[in-house]
């Protein structure tokens, strides 16, 4: 099976066919998440008021004996329009994602290279002039200090330095210390002459580009990035030998040490608001991205779609009660959904989230606002099939608006229940999320990038069968599925479900109702994630051929929000 490594993203009313046709595409380009790992540019729509950016810069490069430090997170809301503040419709949003930086082998002596920043700017329509928004920095390469003593040597180690997630408290560069998309550094060794495996600007002559080391110190280099990693420096001096981890890319640039990271920079002109975060070291580099979205906006209850899920009275403080209350339109009822780690922002302090009150999953549990941690009390999935929203804790569980139905007009308490399909209490709308009208009718799994084939049992009703992809046809009952619950049967056959093999293979097999059986239809993403870690999905696969169709295989990856992960569930 291939295996992805990422950071780590439509309820329709049939009025007529215009309605439907532009809802769709309103939906398609609200319910998507976009990830990018190098660079991108995008012109800012007209037909959205709000986008979520998520960056993380490169980190560091590790080495035997310690590890890299982690890139810094920028996540926030930039506001589309006219007024002041805002990005405006026809202007242009510049992505660049930011590298790790290179790792030593187990069986050499040397330090990482820092890791790339990743940076956000933007240029407004008919001007040549760009403003950065946001820069998440990237992390320090690891380092050591080795001594001869006789025959033996002893080796120091040390972690890379975390990318800084402000510049308040930063240890400034020496010299050119505030260049934007600043270049890492490697460290000083004494002598001036010895800054040598820097990294490289992210802006040249005005214009923000993915910078590349450019230093001769290439052995284990810096990230690309906006603002790349510093490359590693080797010292000797007598018996010693100093190994110098590079420093990451950032705002203000890496400190010309492993000992610190790049900076982080947030432009209060754009962001409405926003939060930055370091991260600490980590034994697994990884490149840093950027992940944009749509998906900003109010929750409603839909037995009663004039009530929204709100923040009661405003407030930040951690345990905050979370309740129905009729539609506002204030920040308190707005949220953000990421789908690239399945939490859901308040609006008013991007930095606290929705959150299951002690990860308690018993009915009537209670469900609050708290400081964002990444915990599993703190990821839901939206299920487009039901307009339900699933625990992270238990896929079983989902959110409840107590005895909403029976009083639509009243705000009541929002808890945690069994989950009930049918129960109108448990049942959410958000705009641009895709939603299948009628569950029990849908029969094809239709894959967005081959939208004329259909996901096949590859031997009929048979245990065992392959899944893939196969020309669609009504007449094939191969291609018909059942959706019950959380299982995904076979119309005709129902004592045979989907499911996840021990070998990470999509099959048909016995219905057994374990976990490996239940699967969740991701509105947001139009992914199907797997209840036994719903942070890998359904992909499918390019065939023989080297094309999406027939023959085409269906896999588990790691959930990254691209088209070969969305799937449209139809009639």
Known sequence: MKTQINRSNKGIWILSFMMIFLGMARAEMRAQSFTVTEKKDIVVPSDQDKMYVELQ?????????????????????????TG????????????????????????????GGGGGASGLVYKAPGSSQWSIIAVAAGGGGAYVNIVQRDMAKDRTAYDGGQGRASIDNMVENPGENTYPGYKGG????????????????????????????S???????????????????????????????????????????????????TNPTYFSTAKASANGVTESPQDGYIMYSYDVGPIHFAFNTNKCIDDYRSSTSNGTNIQTYTCTGNPNQQWVISTSNRTIHSMVDFGKCLDLDNSNTANGANIQLWDCNGSGAQKWVYNGLYQTIHSGVNSDKCIDATNGSA?????????????????????WTIDGATTISIPVKARFIVPVLAPGFAVHSHTGNESGSNIQLWTKDQTLYAEYWYFDGLSIKMREYRDLCIDLSQSNNVQLYNCNGTNAQKWIYDGMTQAIRSVVNPDKCMQIEKNTDGVYGKRSNIDIQDCDGSTAQQFLIQE
């Open 57 to 81: 810069g490169g980190d560091g490069g590790r080495i035997k004996l310690a590890q890299g430090g982690r890139g810094a997170t920028i996540q926030g809301i930039l506001n589309i329009g």
């Open 215 to 265: 230093s001769p110190c290439t052995t284990y280099p810096g990230g690309a990035g906006f603002g790349s990693g510093g490359s590693y420096h080797h010292v000797s001096s007598g018996d010693n030998n100093y190994y110098y981890g590079g420093g990451g890319g950032g705002y203000y640039g890496g400190y010309l040490s492993h000992e610190n990271g790049g900076g982080s920079w």
């Open 186 to 213: 490697s460290a000083y060794s004494g002598n001036t002459d010895e800054y040598k495996c820097e990294g490289t600007a992210g802006i040249v002559d005005g214009q923000p580009l993915r910078a590349v080391v």
């Open 407 to 427: 009083y639509p007009n009243s705000n009541v308490n929002i808890q945690l229940w069994d989950c009930n399909y049918t129960n109108n209490n448990m049942k």
């Open 84 to 111: 002041t503040g805002m990005i405006k419709p026809g202007g242009t949003l510049r992505f660049i994602a930011g590298a790790a930086g290179g790792t030593v082998p187990n069986d050499r002596d040397g330090a």
